[in-house]
């Protein structure tokens, strides 16, 4: 009786340590920024997705947009030896990581899935470090839109603004109407989003020059000038209480009316489509003006860190669920983003989408599809942060034009 006591007790303990066993093994731990009512709703659709598959979920969400503060809490984890499976990363903080042999190697599913010939080579460049899949790219945003609300365009005219005059003419008529024209939250990431469509507006040609190839004479010249002026005129139709402000906040004061626009990134629309919005009844999505046809993109990647062996399945189904055809639309369709993918169906998503997913191939085609500067797919992380802190100081009126373009340039040679 004893024996078989015993027998039945060690055979329920090791049950018990093999569920344990595979517990942790089909857990993925995520470290993210996606805390916002947009961005939760489109994370659910991934966490969802993995359940599915028998995969459970360890959230480490890190507020912040942009991921400043979450890219802060990835090193202090890494450096304690205790990296997480995956994280939300942007462009060049990716290949940085490669860089110190951090990550792990998705070929594997990366080849039996084909992603090289479906995932755009644009992305590829941040996937990928020294021709190994390192990250698993999620979506592709844009930062050149402008979010307007629709009833307050409606009693400005109507008519959406096709130039820089046209825009400064409606955001006076904002004024006239009594509500905020310009809906922003003074944080550098949120300051710089803004100046990444400023800087294109003033061309092609000059955004590389300045941000991509980081040209001294075009980060000091005349048209630097010119974009600190604009950025300087519309800082002018922020209001009071803008300093620290978060952009979802910023979003909603336009959703309430409160605001007449917002430049922002397409993961805005997220926050309209939570709150209930329609694109064309409730807003209006539009490129900032005079950079239709161009398009500053950046794209969220889940960098697979190097885990125990027990842990490289998870990490492997994560990145393939990921990459599924049909998963790519459900969480882009709620996230405001396009696919990573080139062969995914616009049929799902709304007008906004449509034009995203349009816009983004037809820059692609006509080369005039560049990196954020804002949203760190120009440059490494230390030539962002040192064009973060000069755009900042322009924004907030410490330094004029003049001074501004001055500084940048010397910022950015310093940062090199
Ligand atoms: C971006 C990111 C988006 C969104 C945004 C605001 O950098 O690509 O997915 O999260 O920050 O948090």
Not at 5 to 28: K, Q, S
Not at 356 to 364: F, P, R, S, V
Request: aromatic share 8%; with cysteine; net charge negative.
């Amino acid at each position: 009786m004893r024996k078989f006591l015993t027998t039945t007790t060690a055979a329920a303990l090791i049950a018990t340590m093999a569920a344990g066993i595979a517990r942790a093994a089909d857990n993925v731990e995520v470290l993210h920024w996606w805390t916002s009512g947009g961005e939760a709703a489109a994370l659910d659709v991934l966490k969802k997705d993995l359940e599915g598959k028998g995969i459970s979920w360890t959230d480490m969400p890190v507020a912040g947009g942009g991921g400043t503060e979450a890219m802060t809490v990835l090193r202090a984890r890494v450096t304690a030896g205790n990296a997480p499976t995956a994280v939300q990363m942007l462009g060049f903080d990716i290949l940085d990581w490669a860089k110190e042999g951090a990550l792990g190697n998705l070929d594997e599913v990366a080849a039996k899935e084909g992603w090289d010939k479906v995932i755009p080579t644009a992305l590829q460049q941040f996937s990928k470090y020294d021709g190994h899949w390192i990250a698993a790219p999620v979506n592709v945003h844009s930062t050149n839109w402008v979010w307007i609300n629709k009833a307050a365009l409606d009693k400005a005219g109507g008519k959406e603004p096709a130039n820089w005059e046209e825009l400064v003419a409606l955001l006076d008529k904002f004024k006239e109407q009594g509500i905020t024209p310009v809906a922003h939250g003074g944080q550098p990431w949120q300051d710089a989003t803004i100046f990444d469509a400023v800087v294109l507006s003033l061309g092609n040609d000059f955004y590389k020059q300045a941000f991509i190839d980081l040209d001294p004479a075009a980060l000091s010249g005349d048209k630097m000038k010119e974009a600190f002026e604009r950025l300087a005129k519309l800082r002018s139709y922020v209001d009071d209480n803008f300093s620290g402000r978060d952009w979802n906040l910023a979003s909603a004061m336009v959703i309430e009316g409160k605001a007449g626009v917002q430049f922002m990134g397409d993961w805005a629309k997220g926050e309209f489509i939570k709150a209930g919005k329609k694109p064309g009844t409730d807003f209006v999505c539009m490129r900032f003006p005079g950079t239709q046809g161009s398009v500053t993109f950046n794209s969220d990647q889940f960098a697979m860190f190097k885990v125990a062996d027990d842990k490289v399945p998870a990490q492997l189904a994560m990145a393939s669920a990921i990459e599924s055809p049909a998963f790519q639309s459900a969480f882009n369709v709620v996230k405001g983003s396009a696919p990573a993918r080139t062969d995914v169906s616009d049929e799902a998503f709304d007008d906004c989408g449509k034009k995203a997913i349009k816009d983004l191939a037809e820059a692609n085609t006509n080369g005039s599809l560049f990196g954020s500067m804002a949203h760190g797919h120009a440059n490494p992380a230390s030539v962002k942060n040192a064009i973060y802190d000069v755009v900042t100081r322009a924004f907030n009126g410490e330094l004029n034009a003049d001074e501004a373009a001055e500084e940048l340039a010397a910022a950015v040679e310093g940062a090199k």
